[in-house]
């Protein structure tokens, strides 16, 4: 038995997905579906059970998982924005931790997400080096949150036994519920079908102009094929870099979608609020060579290539994965 927590999310049923293409259909999903349309993600996925989040830790206090294979931590409010630091604490440190333990006692693989907000403005560089991790400075609680759990894991000498992955800018289909913490990918296309043209921020940094701030760009189907290489390779643990391993820009981006969409390029930029001013990364580019390392050799799709993937597969025929 596999459990996919958060598998009623974007990665958590991108991963059930994939599982389910490669015969796996033993899978317990754990998520939480709230009043959105989160549920959809599920139609179509096979898995042997559901279970919400909350009672899936009173499985695990009875004791009654201690067969299972292996856990995928998913779960976690992934809002940059969010303003409960205690929600953020109980919710993505203090369960993520919970289920670590777990692991450890019964010997059941565990992996987890950590995020790429960790890194901060990027000032410190973007190497998932676990003796680094203390000296990271997060601009918001979510990226903090993260952090904490991974400083647990090197204050306690437990990658040597479990994996944290460290996700970048992931985009792709099954992320419609997000509400405004959906990728840019997703509110442009939705722009560029209903205006005919895009908005992006303006740049407050003398180093890059309008457009030209840079992210590194992920598409899900690749982050989900480097999350499971670390179920399928057991003896590999550690915390990992999971993104392309090539910045680009914004404009780089809704050209692609532009493109895809058959559309003429037409960009507005606009002014960035302030309150964002302070927070906003003006590059991230996930550094892969640990990843490599261990062995990983699939090509990762290009920009353009999972754009014109995402928006002629789903967003055009307005469908998910797994239909």
């Keep these: 038995m596999i459990v996919v927590t958060g598998g ?10 994939e599982l389910n293409r490669r015969g796996t259909k033993e899978i317990l999903i754990v998520d939480e579906l709230g009043t959105d349309d989160k ?24 004791g009654a998982l201690i067969n299972t294979d ?7 409010n992934s809002s940059t924005t969010e303003k409960d630091a205690d929600h953020l604490f109980n919710n993505n440190y203090l369960y993520t931790k919970i289920l670590a333990e777990f692991c450890l006692k019964n010997n059941i693989r565990f992996i987890y997400a950590s995020s790429a907000a960790t890194y ?21 609680m979510y990226g903090y949150s993260k952090s904490m ?5 090197v204050n306690n000498d437990v990658f040597k036994k479990i994996v944290a992955l460290k996700y970048f800018n992931v985009f792709g289909p099954n992320e419609y519920h997000k509400g405004d ?6 509110k442009a296309f939705e722009q ?28 899900v189907k690749d982050a989900v094929n480097m999350t499971l290489y670390f179920l399928d390779n057991k003896n590999i643990n550690g915390l990992f870099n999971i993104g392309s391993g090539q910045a680009r820009t914004w404009n780089d981006l809704v050209t692609a979608l532009f493109k895809a969409m058959e559309k003429p390029v037409n960009i507005d ?55």
């Excluded at 009623?8 to 997905?17: D, E, L, R």
């Design 70 to 76: 292996a856990i995928i931590h998913m779960g976690a």
């Design 269 to 323: 930029y606009i002014d960035l609020p302030d309150y964002l001013a302070n927070k906003y990364q003006y590059f991230t580019e996930a550094n892969l060579s640990k990843l490599k390392s261990a062995g990983y050799k699939k090509e990762i799709a290009s920009l353009e290539n999972g754009i014109n993937d995402y928006v002629k597969s789903y967003l055009l025929r307005k469908i998910y994965l797994g239909m």
């Design 8 to 17: 009623a999310g974007f990665i958590g049923s991108a991963i059930v997905w």
């Design 149 to 153: 759990l991974d400083i647990w894991a």
């Design 120 to 140: 901060g403005d990027g000032s410190l560089g973007f190497n998932d080096d676990e003796s680094k991790c203390e000296t990271l400075r997060p601009l918001n």
């Design 39 to 62: 549920w959809k993600n599920l139609v179509g996925l096979q898995f042997e059970d559901f279970v919400n989040k909350h009672k899936f830790i009173d499985r695990i206090d009875n």
């Design 181 to 186: 913490m959906r990728s840019v990918v997703h």
């Design 192 to 219: 560029v079908r209903d205006t005919g043209k895009v908005k992006l921020f303006k740049s407050r940094n003398p180093k890059y102009k309008d457009g030209e701030q840079m992210r590194d760009f992920i598409y």
